[in-house]
Structure formats: C-alpha cells, structure tokens
T-cell receptor
Framework: EDQVTQSPEALRLQEGESSSLNCSYTVSGLRGLFWYRQDPGKGPEFLFTLYSAGEEKEKERLKATLTKKESFLHITAPKPEDSATYLCAVQARSGSEKLVFGKGTKLTVNP | ETGVTQSPTHLIKTRGQQVTLRCSSQSGHNTVSWYQQALGQGPQFIFQYYREEENGRGNFPPRFSGLQFPNYSSELNVNALELDDSALYLC???????????FGPGTRLTVL
C-alpha cells in the first residue's frame, strides 16, 4: 500500500532561520510527488511537482528535492508569512489517479 | 487563485440526513477528484471523475457518490450522514489524467 510519512509534525523557526521538512514515501512506481501549502481552513495550494530522483525545483524561498525514497522541502530565510501546514503527496504510476497524502508539517515562523 | 470554486462554504447537518456539495472546476479541466480531510490529517481520496465517468475510488462506502457534468461542474453526495463524516471536503481538478491537481477552498461539513 502506498504510504507517505512527513516529519517533523510541527516546526517552529525564527524569521531567517533556514530548515528542511522531510517526506518519506513508499509507492508502487512513482508517477509524481507533490508539495502543497495549506493555510488553516483553506484548500491546499500547489507548490511543486517532482517526477524523478535527482530533480529539484525552486520558488522564492522554497526548494524541493527528490530521491528514490524521500523528498525534502528546504526553506531558506523564512518569513512569518511562510507559516502554514506543508503537505506532501504521491501519485502511483499504475491504477487510480489518487493522491496519497501525509499528515503534513505545521510550520510556524516567529518574527 | 486556482479557478476551482466550491459551495457552500460551511454546512451543518444532523445524523441520518443527506447532503450535496458542489464544485466548479477550471475551464478545460477534465478530471475532478474529491477528498475528505479530517482535522489534523492529510486529505483522503474519495473518488475521481474523468469526462463524466468514475475513474477510481478510495476506501469510502457507497453512500458517498458523485457526478460530473459537461460544464466542468461536479457534485459529491453523501447519504445517511454519520458523525464521523464531519470534515473539510475538498474538490481538485486537473487538465488530464496524471496532471497536477488544483484544489478549491473546501466545504466544512459538521454533522450533529
């Protein structure tokens, strides 16, 4: 069964303090790994899609990387507005189109 | 702004009732998926529709059903509501199978 585990569950950073979020996954043939940002009570906002090991993508202060077993979301010099829950999801190559999500990492950036 | 809208924003029902949630996908998006997100959890896949046909289903009972219409709108119907059905219901659409899915703002359902 496809599975996603995110760590840590919660992370508190000071403004400007860089860190990384981890997403470990098991999937029967990876079609894509997705990162979303979710604010309280809102729908997930798409950030990145990664398709193969070694791939990297960047957007502002965020950089996502992918290996065969895990993905990292690196946050460089975060600002308070980066506070949110970050969700990781995988989609298998075969069968259903479903996304399998982890429980997320709740990031709080203090000024 | 994803172009995916959902209605209503919030809904309160009592156990045993039926509910219909609605989603309007971005124009040109042929796939629509529905997810249930309980508090503190990641979204759980309910089912997906592609060009008005169900294209995959998660571990949800048959009382969860859906429809997709040619005008890029869709519905999620839940019969015989249970207390555990209280959650945020998310609709996500994408241009084609395998493409990135873009989420709407969700409908918060409370079952009393």
């Amino acid at each position: 069964e496809d599975q996603v585990t995110q760590s840590p569950e919660a992370l508190r950073l000071q403004e400007g303090e860089s860190s990384s979020l981890n997403c470990s996954y098991t999937v029967s043939g990876l079609r894509g790994l997705f990162w979303y940002r979710q604010d309280p009570g809102k729908g997930p906002e798409f950030l990145f899609t990664l398709y193969s090991a070694g791939e990297e993508k960047e957007k502002e202060r965020l950089k996502a990387t992918l290996t065969k077993k895990e993905s990292f979301l690196h946050i460089t010099a975060p600002k308070p507005e980066d506070s949110a829950t970050y969700l990781c999801a995988v989609q298998a190559r075969s069968g259903s189109e479903k996304l399998v999500f982890g429980k997320g990492t709740k990031l709080t950036v203090n000024p | 702004e994803t172009g995916v809208t959902q209605s209503p924003t919030h809904l309160i029902k009592t156990r045993g009732q039926q509910v219909t949630l609605r989603c309007s996908s971005q124009s040109g998006h042929n796939t629509v998926s529905w997810y249930q997100q309980a508090l503190g959890q990641g979204p759980q896949f309910i089912f997906q529709y592609y060009r008005e046909e169900e294209n995959g289903r998660g571990n949800f009972p048959p009382r969860f059903s859906g429809l997709q219409f040619p005008n890029y709108s869709s519905e999620l119907n839940v019969n015989a509501l249970e207390l555990d059905d209280s959650a945020l219901y998310l609709c996500a659409s994408g241009p084609a199978q395998g493409d990135t899915q873009y989420f709407g703002p969700g409908t918060r359902l409370t079952v009393l």
